[in-house]
């Protein structure tokens, strides 16, 4: 199993301009996470999807972020447009949550590191 | 919503010594807390976890007890070795009846074991 797959892994780029994150989930996983991390607010959730419905956007911190999964193997984060307070490093995760307890562990990716200058 | 509380926010330890790191949560409600550790410039990987049906739990020279009334739970690291320093996050959810477990992170605690 590949695991998590993110891509880019880094991303640089100037104010305004409009950034897409990708991410494919572990195969079989019903479950997908978008987390972002800082240091100054550590990791925060922002999204997470249900069999591709989001469930709960609450964390996303403003309209310019958005996300989609169109199928069960691929999703975006997107941000449009973009500022430098928005680099960070964001994280995709994924679980499988309906199968035995032990199941439900939540497998991040490798993570993009995007830099907003 | 759930907050985790998480102490300290540095520990140094020497080799072979003992590491414990502690999460306090709020909502009684949850009931899964796993343990990540996160090395620099990697993503965070699960270490152990425990359920609230368990009080304590070991993996060779990690364990984690949990103590439901106090809500709060914490990890043991014996024989530390460098290898083992990180930054390890503690989390906690509640998995309801759609099988939903969105983990709240306590701030994460950078463990530097010294040779």
């Known amino acids: 199993d590949a695991g998590v797959i993110q891509s880019p892994r880094h991303e640089v780029t100037e104010m305004g301009q409009e950034v897409t994150l990708r991410c494919k989930p572990i195969s079989g996983h019903d479950y997908l996470f978008w987390y972002r991390q800082t240091m100054m607010r550590g990791l925060e959730l922002l999204i997470y999807f249900n069999n591709n419905v989001p469930i709960d956007d609450s964390g996303m911190p403003e309209d310019r972020f958005s996300a989609k999964m169109p199928n069960a193997s691929f999703s975006t984060l997107k941000i449009q447009p973009s500022e430098p307070r928005d680099s960070a490093v964001y994280f995709c995760a994924s679980s499988f949550a309906f199968g035995l307890p032990s199941t439900d562990t939540q497998y991040f990716g490798p993570g993009t590191r995007l830099t907003v200058l | 919503g759930e907050n985790v509380e998480q102490h300290p926010s540095t520990l140094s330890v020497q080799e072979g010594d003992s590491a414990v790191i502690k999460c306090t949560y709020s909502?009684?409600?949850?009931?899964?807390f796993p343990w990540y550790k996160q090395e620099l410039g990697k993503r965070p990987q699960l270490i152990i976890d425990?359920?609230?049906?368990?009080g304590e739990k070991k993996d060779q020279r990690i364990a984690v007890t949990l103590n439901k009334t106090a809500k709060h739970f914490s990890l043991h690291i014996t024989e530390t070795q460098p290898e083992d320093s990180a930054v390890y996050f503690c989390a906690a959810s509640k998995r309801g009846w759609t099988g939903a477990n969105n983990l709240f992170f306590g701030t994460g605690t950078r463990l530097t074991v010294i040779p």
């Open positions: 425990i359920r609230s049906n368990v």
């Open positions: 909502d009684s409600a949850s009931n899964y």
